[in-house]
């Protein structure tokens, strides 16, 4: 069944390119290509060097052959939310209903079954979603791969700028839209909701040949997230402190800290934690309350305390 997927989403492919695809031997490929035409699938097979294998113009299979697992990820991949807004909804609902017409009906019942066990919501708590009303036009440049010309605001700056850029990938973080796009010589990352006008471009994008939007936004996340965390402040935890710690900080932020942590004399741990500036530091460690004492810098120490001090006085303290 993969190979007869791969087979028509590509108007042609080599025997090589084919196993290479599906991790297979090109000797097992021959094979699963021989059961294929047995089966009466309909190939076409071109000798030559720019030769290949390839499905018989306008042939389609039904889907009978998916599996429970296949069908309950169609079912349940969800974003409904995100796929409506970048002007796929309707596209979905057309996908599920072809698929529960040619699902036999004990698969059809369990891949519902299933799916509606699972839910993703991707937006953040308390937050409101953010204005995207360019992003079904961002999306259509993306796959159409033409140039744009857009208006946009800075985080913290006054006045817009105009840009024009090379569409790559969107991408969704935490209910927030991007737009990675090339200008000029480098690949950035816009934020759609700064964005106050989308004007589409005639001009075709200038794609770089090995861009992976997936590995492209993992690395540039990591580059942001180490470029913020440059204040190392050292602290010292009560048991309930180092407990607690992984519930006021990010997660692995949290890891980091208490994995280079050693214990002190009167039973509590000393760690390092890194911050983006003195305040963050301050805001997110007053969370702890009591199980915490901050060491140095001695600026943070102090702006600790300071603050502690005017919550005392503010309750009677």
């Given at each position: 069944?993969?190979?007869?997927?791969?087979?028509?989403?590509?108007?042609?492919?080599?025997?090589?390119?084919?196993?290479?695809?599906?991790?297979?031997?090109?000797?097992?490929?021959?094979?699963?290509?021989?059961?294929?035409?047995?089966?009466?699938?309909?190939?076409?097979?071109?000798?030559?060097?720019?030769?290949?294998?390839?499905?018989?113009?306008?042939?389609?299979?039904?889907?009978?052959?998916?599996?429970?697992?296949?069908?309950?990820?169609?079912?349940?991949?969800?974003?409904?939310?995100?796929?409506?807004?970048?002007?796929?909804?309707?596209?979905?609902?057309?996908?599920?209903?072809?698929?529960?017409?040619?699902?036999?009906?004990?698969?059809?019942?369990?891949?519902?079954?299933?799916?509606?066990?699972?839910?993703?919501?991707?937006?953040?708590?308390?937050?409101?979603?953010?204005?995207?009303?360019?992003?079904?036009?961002?999306?259509?440049?993306?796959?159409?791969?033409?140039?744009?010309?857009?208006?946009?605001?800075?985080?913290?700056?006054?006045?817009?700028?105009?840009?024009?850029?090379?569409?790559?990938?969107?991408?969704?973080?935490?209910?927030?839209?991007?737009l990675v796009a090339r200008v000029e010589k480098s690949?950035?990352?816009?934020?759609?909701?700064?964005?106050?006008?989308?004007?589409?471009?005639?001009?075709?994008?200038?794609?770089?040949?090995?861009?992976?939007?997936?590995?492209?936004?993992?690395?540039?996340?990591?580059?942001?997230?180490?470029?913020?965390?440059?204040?190392?402040?050292?602290?010292?935890?009560?048991?309930?402190?180092?407990?607690?710690?992984?519930?006021?900080?990010?997660?692995?932020?949290?890891?980091?800290?208490?994995?280079?942590?050693?214990?002190?004399?009167?039973?509590?741990?000393?760690?390092?934690?890194?911050?983006?500036?003195?305040?963050?530091?301050?805001?997110?460690?007053?969370?702890?309350?009591?199980?915490?004492?901050?060491?140095?810098?001695?600026?943070?120490?102090?702006?600790?305390?300071?603050?502690?001090?005017?919550?005392?006085?503010?309750?009677?303290?």
């Open positions: 069944m993969a190979l007869l997927f791969t087979l028509q989403s590509r108007r042609s492919a080599t025997v090589a390119e084919l196993a290479q695809a599906l991790g297979v031997s090109p000797r097992t490929m021959h094979r699963d290509l021989a059961a294929l035409q047995a089966a009466g699938v309909p190939l076409w097979t071109e000798t030559g060097r720019y030769g290949g294998v390839r499905l018989v113009e306008g042939w389609r299979t039904r889907l009978d052959g998916l599996t429970a697992r296949e069908a309950v990820a169609l079912f349940a991949m969800g974003a409904p939310r995100a796929l409506a807004e970048l002007g796929l909804g309707a596209a979905v609902a057309g996908a599920h209903a072809k698929v529960t017409a040619t699902l036999p009906a004990p698969l059809r019942d369990q891949a519902r079954q299933v799916a509606q066990r699972f839910h993703l919501d991707a937006p953040r708590w308390f937050r409101p979603a953010e204005d995207t009303a360019h992003l079904a036009e961002l999306a259509k440049a993306v796959w159409e791969e033409t140039r744009l010309r857009v208006r946009y605001r800075p985080s913290g700056a006054e006045r817009e700028v105009e840009r024009t850029l090379d569409p790559l990938g969107l991408v969704l973080k935490a209910g927030v839209w991007y690949i950035r990352t816009y934020r759609v909701a700064r964005m106050t006008n989308v004007e589409p471009l005639t001009e075709r994008t200038e794609r770089p040949e090995d861009f992976d939007l997936a590995r492209w936004w993992a690395e540039s996340s990591a580059r942001f997230e180490r470029s913020l965390r440059r204040l190392p402040v050292r602290v010292k935890l009560s048991p309930a402190g180092v407990r607690a710690l992984a519930t006021v900080l990010d997660a692995e932020l949290a890891a980091a800290a208490l994995d280079g942590a050693r214990p002190t004399t009167d039973g509590w741990t000393e760690a390092v934690v890194e911050f983006e500036a003195p305040d963050v530091a301050v805001g997110q460690l007053l969370a702890l309350g009591t199980e915490v004492e901050v060491l140095e810098p001695a600026s943070v120490r102090q702006e600790f305390a300071a603050v502690a001090r005017r919550i005392a006085e503010r309750h009677g303290g």
